[in-house]
């Protein structure tokens, strides 16, 4: 069931009035109905994906009693967290990486001459999310054993946690330090609180249905063809895929943190305004943020961080950017992702300015950011839309290729759509978009801020014509990270 689906629009109404206006007596009542509609709606995907997060479920259930109970002994505590890790590993890997794994190992010994004449590789389908609630269960057992939370022994609201239908199937990832703990509370109707998060669930359709599905059709194009067209045309595809790729990935954080609202339950914010990054750091305190402090504090802290020397630390950054391209996808596409932002990383980090701009925003106490801070921002998107090269391709040979022809067929013409779209349109639109979220680049919860309520009811309702009128049948409207 995807957020932007009439289904959707259906089942968010009615599971919302039984559980604030039908089943709000008791907290459990309340779980079980949120854990029911969260297995529905993840079912109706292909039911047969339940038992993996039942299974994920269970299995990190017990781990997190089996630590506790063991606080003495931390042999037997290492063996649990183990238990926990290899499991969900197993689970990511076999469903996620086994064809990568065995294609690499058939080229592997092509390469030395020997075809390996019967493939290795199965007709697997990836779960949608599986790598969202992996990793989310095993933070909970991680939590556990560094001590930085209890286990809870209601199954009922760690299943409810795990299965949460807001954010299952892309994030944000959630630690049970800020949402287990409000399960395991009861809850209090908020009307302001709902309005809130409606407010939130329009505004990430609109980034979802008009920028992101807007411009689909259009990359598309300039990626399947971009043989057929000069460097002026490669560099506006991948342009247009840095401004589609946002759109769709933080115009579903928002629906999720929307949705989330209108059941009494607030979810981390997962996009900050990233394309107002003045570094690469700034970049990753913004992007996706429950992954890249996922990374920081389960994989990065525990390597010593930056607590140990220049050289390890860097080998540190290394590690968690290769590995965060290896989360997005089985394709070495991703790993040269990885290790394009890991180079761009670490002079901003041996310079010692990864965290200047941690809590700040640009042009913070004026209207207008200086000479500085534009050519940072610049330098910035243009650094982070040239990895995406990468992200986007097919295949490294793709992507080699797409580069290449960017820089030695150096031309420039008028990109035509077959279809005839405008790119004026498309140009305005951008614009129009990038200005406004400038306009609320202080507060990624509230878009519609203006005091006066006249100005709000003309946002509203452009919004929604802009929504209608962007509706296509013809465009996939799945998110793209539901295949990571």
Same mark, same amino acid.
Request: glycine share 6%; charged share 15%.
């Given at each position: 069931?995807?957020?932007?689906?009439?289904? &959707?629009?259906?089942?968010?109404?009615?599971?919302?009035?039984?559980?604030?206006?039908?089943?709000?007596?008791?907290?459990?009542?309340?779980?079980?109905?949120?854990?029911?509609?969260?297995?529905?709606?993840?079912?109706?995907?292909?039911?047969?994906?339940?038992?993996?997060?039942?299974?994920?479920?269970?299995?990190?259930?017990?781990?997190?009693?089996?630590?506790?109970?063991?606080?003495?002994?931390?042999?037997?505590?290492?063996?649990?967290?183990?238990?926990?890790?290899?499991?969900?590993?197993?689970?990511?890997?076999?469903?996620?990486?086994?064809?990568?794994?065995?294609?690499?190992?058939?080229?592997?010994?092509?390469?030395?001459?020997?075809?390996?004449?019967?493939?290795?590789?199965?007709?697997?389908?990836?779960?949608?999310?599986?790598?969202?609630?992996?990793?989310?269960?095993?933070?909970?057992?991680?939590?556990?054993?560094?001590?930085?939370?209890?286990?809870?022994?209601?199954?009922?609201?760690?299943?409810?946690?795990?299965?949460?239908? /807001?954010?299952?199937?892309?994030?944000?990832?959630?630690?049970?330090?800020?949402?287990?703990?409000?399960?395991?509370?009861?809850?209090?109707?908020?009307?302001?609180?709902?309005?809130?998060?409606?407010?939130?669930?329009?505004?990430?359709?609109?980034?979802?249905?008009?920028?992101?599905?807007?411009?689909? /059709?259009?990359?598309?194009?300039?990626?399947?063809?971009?043989?057929?067209?000069?460097?002026?045309?490669?560099?506006?595809?991948?342009?247009?895929?840095?401004?589609?790729?946002?759109?769709?990935?933080?115009?579903?954080?928002?629906?999720?943190?929307?949705?989330?609202?209108?059941?009494?339950?607030?979810?981390?914010?997962?996009?900050?305004?990233?394309?107002?990054?003045?570094?690469?750091?700034?970049?990753?305190?913004?992007?996706?943020?429950?992954?890249?402090?996922?990374?920081?504090? &389960?994989?990065?802290?525990?390597?010593?961080?930056?607590?140990?020397?220049?050289?390890?630390?860097?080998?540190?950054?290394?590690?968690?950017?290769?590995?965060?391209?290896?989360?997005?996808?089985?394709?070495?596409?991703?790993?040269?992702?990885?290790?394009?932002?890991?180079?761009?990383?670490?002079?901003?980090?041996?310079?010692?300015?990864?965290?200047?701009?941690?809590?700040?925003?640009?042009?913070?106490?004026?209207?207008?950011?200086?000479?500085?801070?534009?050519?940072?921002?610049?330098?910035?998107?243009?650094?982070?839309?040239?990895?995406?090269?990468?992200?986007?391709?097919?295949?490294?040979?793709?992507?080699?290729?797409?580069?290449?022809?960017?820089?030695?067929?150096?031309?420039?013409?008028?990109?035509?759509?077959?279809?005839?779209?405008?790119?004026?349109?498309?140009?305005?639109?951008?614009?129009?978009?990038?200005?406004?979220?400038?306009?609320?680049?202080?507060?990624?919860?509230? /878009?519609?801020?203006?005091?006066?309520?006249?100005?709000?009811?003309?946002?509203?309702?452009?919004?929604?014509?802009?929504?209608?009128?962007?509706?296509?049948?013809?465009?996939?409207?799945?998110?793209?990270?539901?295949?990571?």
């Amino acid at each position: 069931m995807l957020f932007n689906s009439l289904e &959707y629009f259906i089942f968010l109404p009615v599971v919302f009035m039984l559980y604030w206006f039908v089943f709000n007596k008791r907290i459990n009542v309340q779980n079980l109905l949120v854990l029911l509609a969260s297995y529905f709606f993840y079912g109706l995907w292909d039911w047969r994906f339940l038992f993996l997060i039942m299974a994920s479920t269970i299995v990190d259930y017990m781990v997190g009693l089996a630590i506790h109970k063991n606080d003495t002994d931390r042999k037997k505590q290492k063996f649990w967290l183990w238990a926990s890790i290899i499991f969900n590993i197993s689970l990511l890997g076999f469903f996620k990486y086994y064809n990568f794994f065995a294609d690499s190992f058939m080229d592997m010994f092509q390469l030395f001459g020997y075809t390996i004449k019967s493939s290795w590789t199965l007709n697997i389908i990836l779960p949608v999310g599986i790598s969202f609630y992996t990793f989310q269960t095993m933070s909970y057992s991680l939590d556990i054993y560094y001590k930085r939370i209890e286990p809870t022994k209601n199954l009922l609201s760690f299943a409810t946690f795990v299965a949460f239908f /807001p954010q299952l199937v892309a994030g944000p990832i959630e630690r049970a330090s800020n949402l287990l703990g409000q399960i395991t509370k009861k809850r209090v109707f908020s009307y302001d609180q709902t309005v809130e998060g409606i407010k939130l669930i329009l505004w990430g359709l609109f980034k979802k249905m008009v920028i992101a599905d807007g411009l689909a /059709p259009i990359v598309d194009d300039i990626f399947a063809n971009y043989g057929m067209y000069p460097a002026s045309t490669l560099i506006l595809g991948v342009t247009l895929f840095s401004f589609q790729v946002y759109g769709d990935f933080s115009g579903y954080s928002d629906m999720a943190i929307g949705t989330a609202k209108m059941f009494g339950i607030e979810l981390m914010s997962n996009f900050k305004f990233p394309n107002f990054s003045r570094n690469v750091a700034e970049y990753w305190q913004r992007w996706h943020i429950s992954l890249s402090t996922w990374f920081r504090h &389960y994989v990065y802290i525990p390597l010593g961080g930056s607590r140990v020397s220049k050289l390890l630390s860097v080998r540190n950054i290394c590690i968690i950017f290769l590995v965060s391209g290896f989360w997005h996808g089985a394709n070495w596409t991703f790993i040269f992702w990885g290790a394009f932002h890991a180079l761009a990383f670490i002079p901003v980090f041996l310079m010692g300015r990864n965290t200047i701009y941690k809590n700040s925003v640009v042009a913070e106490n004026t209207v207008l950011p200086t000479i500085k801070e534009l050519g940072q921002l610049i330098l910035t998107f243009s650094i982070v839309t040239f990895s995406r090269i990468f992200f986007r391709s097919e295949s490294l040979t793709d992507s080699f290729n797409y580069i290449s022809r960017i820089f030695l067929n150096f031309e420039y013409s008028e990109y035509r759509h077959p279809m005839g779209y405008r790119m004026i349109d498309y140009f305005v639109l951008i614009g129009v978009f990038v200005f406004y979220e400038y306009l609320i680049r202080r507060d990624e919860r509230n /878009p519609f801020k203006f005091k006066n309520k006249y100005v709000r009811f003309v946002l509203y309702s452009l919004v929604i014509l802009l929504i209608l009128l962007f509706y296509d049948d013809n465009v996939d409207r799945s998110f793209i990270y539901f295949q990571f």
